[in-house]
């Protein structure tokens, strides 16, 4: 397993400075059979990284239910980066970005009670 560190003011990986050259792929909105192919590109254009959020609106659709086939294989979708030679960012959330109902939470999460606001930004079942 690789060691990822803060030495001094720049990154190192396995103790040799490391700058993290990043792009995103969002799995869950590229078929699967294209993923391989736009890892390589993202790779051939000189990044190293591939950056991704987690939706768990779109893996947890009911309570329990975790959906992770198809176009929301994140571990083949990671198997792929790895596969390309290129590391990963993956951020899971909660909240990961506006674009998605509910900023990718559930639906069912405010199901007995609205979302309320707090005053540091958090949003969190009332």
Not at 9 to 22: I, K, M
Not at 31 to 49: Q, S
Not at 53 to 70: M, S
Request: net charge negative; glycine share 10%.
């Amino acid at each position: 397993m690789a060691s990822f560190e803060i030495t001094g003011d720049t990154f190192a990986l396995d103790g040799q400075p490391f700058r993290v050259l990043s792009g995103t792929i969002h799995y869950f909105r590229v078929p699967r059979e294209y993923w391989v192919d736009r890892i390589h590109k993202a790779r051939l254009m000189g990044l190293n990284t591939i950056e991704t959020y987690v939706p768990w609106n779109l893996h947890e659709p009911d309570p329990g239910a975790w959906e992770a086939t198809g176009r929301l294989d994140l571990a083949a979708f990671l198997q792929a980066i790895a596969d390309e030679g290129m590391h990963a960012i993956v951020r899971p959330g909660p909240y990961i970005c506006a674009e998605l109902d509910g900023g990718g939470l559930p639906g069912w999460l405010f199901k007995d009670s609205p979302p309320v606001a707090h005053e540091d930004n958090r949003v969190a079942a009332g």
